[in-house]
């Protein structure tokens, strides 16, 4: 690629980046925001991402509704309707003081520090072939499925077998913005979509940082180091591709300041109602846990802020209880049509189970046991300021610094509801909770730098201090960050793809691909253990394993090829590849190539090959017909296979 294409290309990115990610959310915030608030550049910047990373799936699932897919008018619509609305905004509803604050040197760093983390978290995936680790192969398939059909969808055809589509969708969505509008591949988009979500998960801090700190900006900027440069995690989940997690974390912040806005207003609040009813309902269908992590911040809000001022602002909250009601009934109505399909389906069968038939005390135990783990993403320095924190905010009085603490604890208490089945509680693993406690660590060590910065004996000490701590953490933080991306959660590697090109120049769109995997959830489901995992989105060609979600969650077409799947899996890792039986059912499978990958089988914690090269050079089932590095490509005698008899697997046709 030139220089000048590489320019262009940069420039489209960040165009797509602002006409995705920000744009809708500044539209709709000057439409629905309370006409007597005045927000820094900043916490606009930050609420506007949160609001347009919800709006993207609302407006998907109700164009689906309609039955329209208008593909690339998915981005480009909204975005004009946005700059519509904004000039009108900007000719027509001009208030006195109604601009945003005056950029200061707080503003100047905290926009200094997220360009570092951009720039940081695009740097480490530029020598990344593809997305890591299985989360992300759903993800890319997701957002290529999304691309393809112009909208939403409900057949996972023509890359798995699976005819109902119930998933979070969010992340997808917006990846699917990018190719529509640049035409980079969609496994570019994950990554380059992902790492922009990556950044922006610490920026959303800032408006909750500067409200829980009483108006002070310093713990706004100091919350966003932390979350963004000196913590492992959230940089860390681009080696997990725990995409959706991540686009629910980016938006939940933003609720949780229209909620406690909603209940500090001096008016009721009505216009807000519908703004954060969407945010909610986005929130939503981005990952479905985050509806946990909200409600438990609504208790914390009852408790440490809307008890401990009952006397004195009983009328302010209780006049922002019918407009919150609203916004309950707005969220409500946006996912309606979602919970419908959701409320059939496989995914809503097995939240039924496990809300009504509990888990066993071993497992609840077991899974607690994860938090041993927890300095492992948050430096141990971290949590120490952080319970430092929490005990001054005990001398201050400060509840709702206390309450992020209450917070992280009902989420974690909640999960032991699993022993009487309370409802959901499954869905609340310690380990999704752990690796999200980012959050309230960065708020914590914010409000408690605000706290010490008030110690200092000058205001030029006030001013420029901070300042210098800044720049200092951030830059050794940013040393750090380099090193977050692990290879060991690499799947495709570019002798992968090389043998992927190979495969689209020499193979029939018929072909089916024997690949490796291994057995989880007790044997119950499989996933893939290298790159020949990711052969039907790169390739267009067929192979024996099918993402994992549609596994879990959807309803296959014939009803047995999940079962098919795992059983083929079972029945190789008890057999060698030569066995009798196994022969029989790679010809009942319509097996014609077999995939060795550079990862040899073992991306995975515990995974071990299905069959190794030796077996396949060993075989006279097997001829080597591609090799480089460790990556080979093996074609299957079919010939074998006329003198037997088998079934066959239906396979979707491309």
């Known amino acids: 690629m030139s220089y000048i294409s590489l320019v262009w290309l940069i420039i489209a990115l960040m165009m797509t980046g602002f006409m995705v990610l920000v744009l809708p959310g500044l539209a709709l915030l000057a439409l629905f925001d309370r006409p007597e608030r005045r927000r820094s550049w900043f916490e606009q910047l930050s609420l506007a991402i ?22 690339a008018m998915n981005v480009w619509l909204p975005a004009l309707l946005s700059v519509v609305v904004l000039v009108w905004h900007g000719r027509h509803q001009r208030r006195p003081n109604s601009s945003p604050l005056p950029l200061d040197s707080y503003d ?35 957002a290529q499925l999304i691309i393809d059909n112009g909208g939403l969808f409900r057949s996972w055809e023509p890359y798995a077998p699976y005819q109902t589509f119930t998933v979070q969708f969010g992340f997808p969505a917006m990846v699917a ?35 829980l700190a009483d108006g002070r900006r310093v713990a706004g900027l100091v919350a966003v180091l932390v979350a963004g440069l000196l913590t492992v995690v959230p940089s860390f989940y681009v080696n997990w591709g725990r995409y959706a997690q991540l686009a629910g974390q980016v938006i939940l912040p933003i609720a949780m300041v229209l909620t406690w806005e909603m209940f500090a207003a001096p008016r009721p609040p009505w216009r807000s109602a519908g703004l954060l009813g969407l945010v909610v309902a986005g929130m939503t269908l981005s990952y479905y ?76 135990w077991h899974d607690y046991q994860n938090w041993q783990e927890v300095t492992t993403y948050i430096a141990p320095l971290l949590l120490w300021m952080s319970g430092l924190a929490v005990a001054w905010a005990l001398v201050r009085r400060a509840w709702m610094i206390v309450g992020l603490v209450l917070w992280i604890g009902l989420l974690v208490l909640y999960f032991a509801g699993t022993l009487v089945g309370l409802p ?54 940013a040393l750090q960050q380099r090193h977050i991306v692990d290879p060991f959660y690499a799947i495709v590697t570019q002798p992968d793809m090389k043998a992927m090109d190979w495969i689209k120049r020499n193979t ?78 790679l010809c009942a499978w319509g097996v014609t190539y077999a995939y060795y990958g550079q990862r040899q089988g073992q991306a995975g914690f515990g995974a071990e090959p299905l069959f190794r090269l030796d077996d396949l050079h060993a075989s006279p089932y097997f001829t080597l017909m591609h090799t480089q590095d460790e990556v080979a490509i093996f074609a299957f005698d079919q010939a074998v296979c006329s003198s037997r008899e088998g079934r066959s697997v239906r396979r979707p046709a491309l």
């Open 50 to 71: 949160g609001i347009s990373l919800a709006w993207l799936p609302v407006w998907l699932l109700w164009t689906d509704m309609l039955g329209w897919h208008l593909g």
């Open 177 to 211: 913005g990018f190719p529509w509008v640049t035409g980079i591949s969609t496994v570019e988009a994950v990554l380059v979509t992902g790492q922009l979500l990556n950044a922006a998960a610490a920026l959303v801090l800032y408006p909750l940082a500067v409200r």
């Open 424 to 477: 959901g509680a499954v869905m609340l693993q310690s380990f999704s909770v752990m690796i999200a406690i980012y959050m309230p660590v960065a708020l914590l060590c914010g409000w408690l730098a605000a706290e010490m910065i008030a110690f200092l004996p000058t205001p030029r000490l006030k001013a420029v201090l901070p300042l210098i701590a800044v720049v200092l953490l951030a830059a050794w933080g």
């Open 289 to 364: 846990r985050m509806g946990f992590f909200y409600a438990a911040f609504i208790v914390v809000l009852v408790l440490c802020w809307v008890l401990p001022h009952w006397r004195t602002k009983r009328s302010t909250w209780l006049q922002a209880l019918p407009p919150l009601i609203l916004a309950a009934l707005v969220a409500a109505g946006l996912l309606l049509p979602w919970v419908f399909r959701v409320t059939n389906s496989l995914l809503a069968d097995m939240v039924s189970v496990a809300s009504t038939t509990g888990v066993p005390t071993s497992f609840v």
């Open 508 to 585: 029939k769109p018929t072909d089916l691909f024997l690949v490796q995997g291994f057995t989880i959830f007790q044997g119950t489901s499989a996933v893939g253990a290298d790159a020949g995992w990711w052969i039907p989105l790169l390739t267009g060609r067929q192979n024996t394993m099918p993402p994992q979600y549609p596994m879990l969650s959807e309803r296959p077409d014939p009803p047995d090829y999940t079962q098919r799947v795992v059983d083929l899996v079972l029945l190789m890792e008890a057999r060698p590849l030569d066995d009798a039986e196994v022969i029989d059912q």
């Open 108 to 142: 100047i760093a905290l926009g200094a520090l997220f360009l570092l983390i951009v720039v940081v978290r695009l740097a480490i995936v530029a020598p990344l072939e593809a997305p890591m680790w299985g989360d992300a192969y759903h993800h890319t398939m997701i």
